[in-house]
């Protein structure tokens, strides 16, 4: 299990004070309000930024950093993804998890004899669907919901699925 979590991706630099716009990769923009600090994968490694305000804009969040007072010092970090550490992720509620907790997890139909590995995690509007590579060699889009999804075990690494009739043809 990964430690750290992407929380979003630097997409440009805002304004000349050293804002950055940050497109977020997590499903509550508002959780930046509650951060105190990320982490920043850079080319010599991950970098600790603390976090002095936060605004919102669109589908963007602006984030100002105590490290950094300039345009011309947030001008390297920009396609930078950022993380947290799981301390600092939200909580989840029953039945919901980390997308990097499924990802290579193996998908198990016991009763139609199908397994395979998740491979990636769709967002829809209406729910996630699991994209999940086949010992077979197919490939199975699958819906994130009760009929299919069984149960999942990330410490174990299982997913019990149910393939409906008509999803693999």
Known sequence: MDELLQVGVISSTHGVRG?????PTTDDN??????KEVQLMTETGMTTLHIEHV?????????????????????HIKG????????????????????ADLIGIRAIDEENGIEGTVTEVLRTGANDV??????????????AIKD?????????????????????E
């Open 19 to 23: 804002e950055v716009k940050i497109y």
């Open 30 to 35: 508002k959780r930046f309000s509650k951060l």
């Open 55 to 75: 605004k919102y804009f669109k589908q963007m969040v602006i984030v100002k950093f105590k490290e950094y007072q300039s345009l011309n010092e947030v001008e």
């Open 80 to 99: 930078k993804p950022i993380y947290v550490t799981r301390q600092n992720a939200v909580r989840l509620e029953k039945d919901e998890y980390f997308i």
């Open 130 to 143: 699991y994209e999940i590579a086949l010992a077979d060699g197919r490939e199975l889009l699958l819906p």
């Open 148 to 168: 299919c999804i069984k149960k999942v075990d990330t410490k174990e690494g299982i997913m019990q699925i149910h393939v409906l009739e008509g999803l693999l």
